[in-house]
């Protein structure tokens, strides 16, 4: 198993810390991750991009090729790498920010991420929401593990709203997803 995965949206959403706890929660499942990242010189607003790859054996290659999973949480993101797919790369859009954009290939689904991470608790907590939306849709870590890494990551004073929105994030997935 080797999986790739592209997490992107706009400077301070949080995806390069949703990418360190993913790579946290695939060492926690003892696998092989690379975790990257790279964002703008805009401390917010501007582009972000983080890319982990788990496998079960040793990875050759530190770089994001072509996804097996695309998240974007910003119209931005989804019009720069929404073209970066294939056929069978599922394709995160988050609903609440990208009405636009719709990938050429893919398995596209669209999620309200961020309306419901406010409804969790705070639109902070939407990298929380986007890999519980990821984990439940493709699973690539236990559960448990990303829980766990969730936890170990975050603020004491943040981890009960960070708890809140991977139950949110579970119980999206449950409700029949919304073809792009």
């Given at each position: 198993?080797?999986?790739q ?41 501007g582009?972000?991009?983080?890319e ?7 990875i ?16 931005e993101a ?7 797919a ?10 609440t ?5 719709s990938?050429?290939?893919?398995r596209?689904?669209r999620l ?5 991470a ?22 690539v ?14 603020p004491?004073?943040?981890r ?7 139950d949110a994030?579970?119980?999206?997935v449950?409700?029949?997803a919304?073809?792009?």
């Amino acid at each position: 198993m080797r999986t790739q995965i592209r997490l992107t949206g706009a400077g301070g959403q949080g995806l390069i810390t949703a990418g360190v706890i993913l790579a946290e929660a695939a060492v926690l499942d003892d696998k092989h991750v690379v975790q990257t990242q790279s964002y703008g010189p805009e401390a917010r607003l501007g582009s972000s991009k983080a890319e982990v790859i788990i496998a079960d054996d040793t990875i050759d290659y530190p770089q994001v090729t072509v996804p097996d999973v695309l998240i974007c949480l910003s119209e931005e993101a989804a019009g720069k790498y929404g073209g970066d797919a294939h056929p069978d790369t599922l394709i995160i859009l988050d609903s609440t920010y990208v009405e636009k954009a719709s990938p050429a290939v893919g398995r596209v689904v669209r999620l309200p991420i961020t309306e419901t991470a406010t409804k969790a608790g705070s639109k902070m907590a939407a990298n929380v929401v986007a890999l519980g939306v990821l984990n439940a849709l493709n699973p690539v870590v236990s559960p448990e593990s990303l829980r766990k890494a969730v936890l170990q990551r975050v603020p004491g004073k943040f981890r009960a709203m960070n708890e809140n929105a991977l139950d949110a994030a579970e119980a999206l997935v449950v409700e029949p997803a919304r073809p792009a």
